[in-house]
């Protein structure tokens, strides 16, 4: 394995599902492959928030997001500690209090909201995401802490994260790989297509995997 990007143990327990163009993806449990796999420039991952979700408001509903019983704390480490310039891992409000401390808490505000309890908690129109630089970081251009993008409907994946946001984030900073430990369905891996960076993906979902791959190569990425 050492034609892909970054340094990796021979013994590696997950499959190469696609590998192309500077573009890698993992389908694996993120948890046998993080302890094998090299460093990263920057980390940009959404890992599931431990509410054991699944979308309802949807004709076409979705199964619930695996492993997602509990805020994976000691993956989410992990994962920072592979980034040699920065990491940023999105959460709900009400995992930062647990999450390690970060450097600074992003808002990605949205253009609608969430329903939220209805008798006692205002509609929620926010996601967190904290950012943890690193001794090596460095901003091509400085952003703030606010971001605005619009959602995507959740057409490709229950909690799908616009190309427009990511974009935002890789675009601030120098680094030329980038890994995205709980793909999803691939939005990192083609924000950083778009830009011309390297990336690697790991999805414990194979379906997902062969979304991102589509996405992948489309001419016009989406």
């Given at each position: 394995m050492t034609d892909l990007p970054?340094?990796?143990?021979d013994g590696i327990a997950g499959e190469v599902f696609y590998?192309?163009?500077g573009i890698t993806i993992y389908n694996a449990d993120c948890g046998d492959i993080l302890p094998h796999i090299g460093n990263a420039d920057i980390v940009i991952t959404d890992p599931p928030y431990g509410i054991n979700f699944q979308s309802n408001h949807r004709i076409i509903k979705y199964d619930k997001i695996r492993n997602d019983n509990e805020l994976p704390l000691d993956l989410i480490s992990i994962a920072i500690?592979?980034?040699t310039r920065a990491a940023y891992v999105f959460c709900r409000w009400d995992n930062l209090t647990v999450m390690p401390t970060p450097k600074s808490v992003l808002v990605w505000v949205?253009?609608?909201w969430s329903m939220g309890g209805l008798k006692h908690e205002h509609g929620r129109q926010w996601e967190a995401c904290c950012f943890y630089a690193k001794d090596d970081h460095e901003f091509i251009k400085r952003i703030p802490d606010v971001l605005y993008a619009d959602k995507t409907g959740n057409r490709l994946h229950p909690?799908?994260?616009p190309v427009a946001?990511?974009?935002?984030l890789i675009s601030a900073?120098?680094?030329?790989l980038i890994l995205d430990p709980f793909m999803g369905s691939g939005t990192t891996l083609v924000a950083a297509k778009l830009q011309g960076r390297e990336a690697i993906g790991i999805e414990i979902d194979r379906d997902y995997c062969n979304i991102a791959v589509e996405r992948l190569r489309q001419?016009?990425?989406?």
């Open positions: 970054g340094n990796y143990d590998s192309e163009s500690s592979k980034a949205k253009n609608n909690t799908e994260k946001l990511i974009n935002q900073n120098i680094g030329k001419e016009i990425l989406f």
